[in-house]
């Protein structure tokens, strides 16, 4: 609970009460000008309250507001997302959780949203975003990258629980969402990535209540934690699946009838936890007593910390190394005229057509969920969970892009993780990179991949040697292909084979690190 306290004090006036010298003094009056001066409230809105209940608090809450200049923003804010119950207990429901801030800032409070319950607490975290005016940002955060721009850490993970009020949240600024769609312009590169990054920042300022993230320091690395609690077992989960059901469900609808489910469901689930943690912590306080008696140094081992590595490659190191597999080592000069002088011709009519409903949602089936996002922080759950909601807006983005010809720079950025294989910890080659692309950038590409494998399959374009990066072939249709010939040359039981002595020649590569080598100026 967050709570703005800012007290008004009124300035009585009084008869001489022959006390010479007690007024206040003029340099104290001047600094205090804003809190003695109480004006009257104007004329508020009605609350909305699903509480109907009553008990003492409420009289000391109503006092003291009015001895402190204090209102109640919970149900009165604009976007009615404040507007709900704050508690769940086994008694019922009711609105315990509250905003109390001067009418002066009510304009400032640009969200207030009571948030779904969770399994953390029987309270309702309240969400706050305030519209402030800093004179200096805080820039000690973060470190500098080399080209002095700011690591960001903002990040973003989607809980499903959140996934309904998100999408009342879309549907209420689908206005704001419209107009941002409208400004993109397609008639630039420039033009493209500012419209287009202001979209972005729109869409990332309406799911941040929900789904953003901030991590306390810049590490990148972390402890292995297992989230599953080793007293566990099939029972307790199932218990645990339906106490997740029932709460979704009490989330969705807050009625008595999916209350006392609720209830009935916790209670189930944490009887049968707690007994299992005790039958767990005693079983596990036996053996390190008996562990502490028998074998002293494994008992020691078990609490000792583990040492952090004390070396890392630094990033000039990384940002080389990346940057010479990427770089091109060949002295072959290519001329990129040819991809230009189409004369406006349309040269294959199955690739350049519009973009349709039906493309797009083939895509975004093939979306998988928990995936990290790139720079622009967009999830594939958006698009997985609020694809009526984007897809006007993936048609208009996504037909411009085709038509235009012009790529955003943004969804060609990646988040670089390097990722250790084996050998010196030190040594750059051993570690493998990982990119984090625009999954906005990733829809739209997909879409045109599926075009082309159409394409090439219908007009057979590719081989059917080709076993990578095909639908439905990989490497093991290749090593089943490869092993058959190996077979049947060593069984050499065909007379015809033997007379001709055949072999079989195989030519094995290893590539020590994957190099681009595709023209990128197409």
């Not at 004090?9 to 007024?23: G, K, P, T």
């Not at 000792?304 to 080592?329: G, I, T």
């Not at 494998?453 to 292909?481: H, K, M, N, Y």
């Amino acid at each position: 609970m967050l709570y703005f306290w800012v007290i008004q004090i009124v300035e009585l006036v009084a008869i001489d009460d022959f006390v010479s010298n007690d007024s206040i003094h003029t340099t104290i009056r001047n600094r205090l000008d804003d809190i003695l001066n109480y004006s009257a409230d104007i004329e508020l809105n009605v609350r909305n309250n699903p509480d109907n209940n009553t008990n003492c608090y409420g009289p000391k809450l109503i006092s003291l507001c009015k001895a402190s200049g204090l209102r109640i923003l919970n149900g009165r804010h604009k976007n009615g997302f404040a507007n709900d119950f704050t508690f769940c207990g086994a008694n019922g429901m009711s609105v315990i959780d509250y905003l109390l801030v001067p009418v002066s800032l009510f304009p400032i409070v640009r969200q207030l949203i009571v948030s779904n319950f969770t399994t953390f607490s029987d309270n309702a975290f309240l969400h706050i975003q305030l519209s402030l005016l800093c004179n200096k940002q805080n820039s000690t955060r973060f470190p500098d990258d080399e080209n002095g721009e700011k690591l960001s850490q903002d990040k973003f993970k989607w809980n499903d629980e959140l996934k309904e009020q998100c999408r009342d949240c879309l549907l209420n600024n689908m206005e704001k969402i419209n107009l941002c769609r409208e400004r993109i312009d397609f008639d630039g590169q420039q033009l493209l990535d500012n419209s287009l990054a202001e979209f972005t920042s729109t869409l990332n300022d309406i799911m941040a209540p929900f789904f953003k993230k901030r991590t306390n320091n810049y590490k990148s690395c972390r402890s292995n934690i297992c989230d599953d609690k080793p007293w566990f077992n099939a029972q307790c989960k199932d218990l645990h699946r339906r106490y997740i059901n029932c709460l979704n469900i009490f989330n969705r609808l807050k009625s008595q009838l999916n209350h006392s489910n609720l209830i009935r469901a916790k209670k189930d689930y944490k009887t049968l936890e707690r007994r299992l943690k005790r039958e767990y912590m005693r079983t596990e306080g036996n053996m390190l007593d008996i562990m502490r008696l028998t074998n002293p140094k494994l008992f020691y081992k078990k609490f000792k910390r583990k040492a952090s590595p004390k070396h890392a490659v630094p990033l000039k190191l990384f940002h080389e190394h990346f940057k010479s597999l990427c770089s091109s080592d060949t002295d072959a000069v290519l001329d990129d005229s040819q991809f230009h002088d189409t004369d406006g011709e349309c040269v294959y009519e199955e690739l350049d057509r519009e973009i349709t409903e039906n493309d797009i949602l083939k895509a975004i089936r093939n979306l998988k969920r928990d995936k990290s996002h790139g720079v622009d922080g967009i999830l594939n759950e958006y698009f997985i969970e609020y694809k009526d909601v984007f897809m006007p807006v993936l048609l208009y983005i996504f037909n411009g892009i085709l038509q235009s010809g012009i790529f955003p720079t943004d969804w060609a950025k990646a988040i670089l993780i390097p990722i250790f294989k084996k050998g010196n910890v030190l040594d750059p080659n051993n570690y493998r990179g990982i990119s984090l692309v625009s999954n906005f950038g990733k829809l739209f590409t997909s879409v045109l991949n599926q075009r082309l494998i159409d394409w090439s399959e219908t007009f057979d374009i590719v081989t059917d040697a080709q076993f990578g990066f095909r639908p439905g072939l990989g490497t093991v249709d290749a090593i089943f292909a490869l092993t058959s010939l190996i077979f049947k040359s060593l069984s050499a039981k065909n007379h015809y084979c033997t007379q001709l002595k055949s072999k079989n020649i195989g030519c094995f590569l290893q590539w020590k690190a994957q190099k681009s080598k595709v023209y990128d100026g197409i």
